[in-house]
Structures are given as C-alpha cells and as structure tokens.
C-alpha cells in the first residue's frame, strides 16, 4: 500500500502548477507526513507566487506555505494541484 504514495524526496524542488489553467504556484520545499505509516500529508511551498498568495492558506512557523497533498492531483515533471485549494 506505502508504494502507492510518491517518495517525499521524489518531489521536492519541483514545480506546483494548477490542474485547470496551469497558474504556477512555487516549488515544493519540503513535505510532511506521518511517521508510522509515511503517507504524505502535506506539501510545503516555497518561492510562492501571486497566484498562490491569493489562496490565502495557511502557512509553517518558517511562511512556507501549506497546501493538503489531498489537493494533488498528479506528480510528473510538474506537482499538479487543484485549482480548488
């Protein structure tokens, strides 16, 4: 079951793009997830753009911001994520 789930350390640095209209949001920085079963729970966001700004989510102790990686929809060159945070 815990191969289902992309490795944390196989999207950091990639691009967050939207699902519909492809607005680039920033780059993944870091991730969090549970230790017992590692099932990622969160995407942390780096280099925000306006576009994501917009979403007024919430953010880390350090501002990076927070986007649920049940909102992910795919993981290829690009993290794609609804447009529906």
Not at 16 to 31: A, L, P, R, T, W
Not at 55 to 75: M, N, Y
Request: charged share 25%; net charge negative; aromatic share 6%.
């Amino acid at each position: 079951m815990a191969d289902d789930y992309p490795r944390g350390t196989e999207i950091i640095g990639k691009t967050i793009v939207s699902d519909e209209q492809g607005k680039k949001y920033g780059n993944v920085e870091d991730v969090s997830f549970v230790a017992d079963t590692g099932e990622l729970m969160n995407i942390l966001v780096g280099n925000t753009t306006d576009h994501l700004n917009e979403e007024h989510l919430q953010e880390d102790s350090e501002g990076r911001t927070i986007v649920p990686f049940s909102a992910v929809k795919s993981i290829g060159d690009f993290v794609i994520v609804s447009e529906s945070l």
